[in-house]
Structures are given as C-alpha cells and as structure tokens.
C-alpha cells in the first residue's frame, strides 16, 4: 500500500472539484481513503490567480502543491516534497 497519494487536479476543468470527489469515492472502494494525500493542482497558467487563491483558501486542511509543466513552476516545490518524505 502506498504512504502517500500524489492527487493531481486539472485547475483547467471547470469540473474539478466533482472530478476530486470522484477519486476521493474510488479511494474509499479501494479503500483508501485514509491514506495521505498530496493534491497537485496543475495548469495554474489556465486560471486567473483569483481562483488560485479561492483554491488555496478552499483546500486550506489538505496538503497542496500548485504546478505549471510548461514553465515548470512548482516543479521544485514538488520535488522538494517527495525528497523530504523519501528522507522521513
């Protein structure tokens, strides 16, 4: 069984919200809704920094990281994350 879940998130879907519900149900059948989760909110450069920090507000009792591939913005923030739980 995984220590952590690396939850990414579409920030461009309108619908994201339903789509983490969705994943957060199959977890459940799987059980494993108990399990640590990161959610990685992708395409920040889709989205106007209002609803960044709408998110941000939001998701304030989940463990979060945002993430733009194309410009790599957040990579670091996410690697720096999963070397701190590979050293822990």
């Given at each position: ?8 998130i579409d ?69 720096d ?8």
């Amino acid at each position: 069984m995984p220590d952590i879940i690396f939850h990414v998130i579409d920030l461009s879907n309108d619908d994201f919200r339903q789509q983490i519900k969705t994943v957060e149900s199959v977890l459940k059948e799987l059980e494993l809704e108990e399990k640590k989760q990161l959610y990685i909110f992708n395409k920040i450069d889709l989205v106007p920094q209002l609803k960044i920090d709408l998110i941000k507000s939001e998701f304030i009792e989940k463990e979060f990281i945002f993430i733009e591939s194309k410009s790599k913005a957040g990579i670091k923030n996410l690697l720096d994350y999963i070397t701190k739980k590979i050293n822990t």
